[in-house]
């Protein structure tokens, strides 16, 4: 049976200079994707690529084709990277969904994040019966943690942050101005919660003009030109930089530029992308304070110790469901070997049964005949009761050596992958399956 592996880097074992250089979206992932699963040996993958983590996820004999992934991308990941493998696998993503490996503990924007992630592997076609039950009961597992623990409640989050390190510089942001650079989700939170301090307006700014009079709209602010850049630079006080760009949108020339026009009026960079889009230089430029996604974990860590309680009910429930999920896999590794036993013996028995009626079939009815099938069948059940009840309860207890001893005792050819199964419940919605072509 093939094993799941886990490798990845996140904010806790790598600086985003790393995590940049390895993170990919849409259709570049899908094609990522597609190409970990072409390798001889991988039957299913899927990766959670975020501003804080780059995971990947794959069915496979081994971890190598997840640890090519990273190091085919980027040389600078090898040394940062981390694995895991079977159950410490399945307890990682729990973790990760049920937001108790983020950056803001509690936090919710992950789970959506984990759900996309599977929605993008199904749509690539490397998600298949497996990592459909291993992504549901991932989703339950957190909804359990939301519903069961308050790790949730008074949690910060980045934009709770954004609005911490705003307060520190300028105390409140009334007759201030906001500028919001991009269609990022978390910037657009960012900014509503800024909007808590009393700024005056809040400008969004978008390479495409129908995204920007979107965000306005959600964000209660104003549709400017992407164009208008440099000078939105000089109006706003608080610059949100979150967009989808490869590198820089803002460069250091242009913000000495900028600085210039507003006659050393503070300025406050935050750069919520990955890669980043605001160039680190701009932090050196008198007067200007720059921030990105690790300036931020060094603020969450100092509130971390609040919901240090409500973390260990939800370290529970996850090691509860890891176990269970755990449980349910051995079982379903020792069902192909149950099945193909019986129908092996089945076969014997009732071969055996044509061979006796062959040659007593004329003085039997038919009753009589059914009679010698039925006892055929009847000592099968006998017989196998016991092995099955002690292949059963090995199953349930995580032993797969019992299956693999009894296919080897009588030489039954072991089925290799997941058998089918539906997908589970998911938190909020059903994730479903989708089958996979076969490798050429």
């Not at 090691?319 to 349910?328: C, D, I, K, N, R």
Request: contains cysteine.
């Amino acid at each position: 049976m093939s094993e799941v592996f886990l490798v990845g880097l996140s904010h806790h074992s790598a600086p985003i200079a790393v995590r940049e250089q390895v993170a990919l979206k849409d259709e570049v992932l899908k094609a990522a994707l597609r190409g970990v699963r072409e390798v001889s040996g991988v039957q299913e993958a899927m990766a959670i690529s975020t501003c804080n983590r780059v995971e990947v996820y794959v069915l496979a004999d081994s971890a190598e084709p997840a640890r090519r992934f990273f190091l085919d991308r980027a040389a600078a990941a090898d040394g940062h990277l981390y694995e895991r493998q079977g159950s410490q696998a399945v307890r990682h993503l729990f973790r990760v969904a049920a937001s108790l490996d983020s950056m803001v503990l509690g936090e919710q924007q992950i789970l959506g994040q984990v759900k996309e992630a599977y929605g993008l592997a199904s749509a690539a076609q490397t998600a298949g019966s497996f990592l459909s039950r291993l992504c549901n009961r991932a989703f339950a597992t957190a909804k359990r943690v939301r519903t069961e623990t308050d790790i949730g409640r008074g949690a910060s989050s980045v934009s709770q942050v954004a609005v911490e390190l705003v307060a520190k510089i300028f105390g409140d942001l009334k007759g201030r101005a906001i500028l919001l650079a991009g269609a990022g989700k978390m910037g657009a939170l960012s900014a509503k919660a800024l909007a808590s301090l009393g700024a005056d307006r809040v400008l969004v700014a978008n390479r495409s003009r129908e995204r920007a009079v979107a965000l306005a709209e959600q964000t209660g602010g104003h549709p400017r030109d992407w164009a208008e850049l440099p000078e939105l630079l000089v109006e706003a006080d608080v610059v949100i930089v979150s967009t989808g760009a490869p590198t820089f949108v803002v460069g250091a020339e242009l913000v000495q530029a900028a600085m210039k026009a507003r006659r050393r009026r503070s300025l406050c960079l935050i750069d919520l992308s990955v890669p980043r889009n605001v160039d680190p230089c701009c932090s050196d430029v008198t007067d200007v304070y720059a921030y990105d996604m690790d300036d931020l974990q060094k603020v969450v860590l100092t509130t971390k110790s609040a919901r240090a309680e409500e973390a260990l009910r939800a370290e529970a429930i996850v090691e509860a469901e890891v176990m269970a999920f755990t449980a349910e896999r051995e079982a379903r590794a020792a069902l192909p070997v149950l099945a193909a036993l019986r129908r092996q013996a089945e076969e014997i028995a009732l071969a055996e049964a044509e061979r006796t009626l062959a040659q007593v079939g004329q003085k039997l009815d038919e009753k009589g005949r059914r009679s010698v099938e039925a006892m055929a069948r009847a000592i099968v059940n006998k017989l196998l009761h016991g092995p099955t009840s002690r292949l059963k309860q090995a199953a349930s207890n995580g032993d797969s050596a019992l299956p693999g001893a009894a296919a080897e005792l009588f030489g039954i050819e072991e089925e290799r992958g997941e058998p089918p199964a539906p997908p589970a419940e998911a938190a909020e919605a059903p994730v479903h399956m989708v089958a996979l072509p076969e490798k050429r």
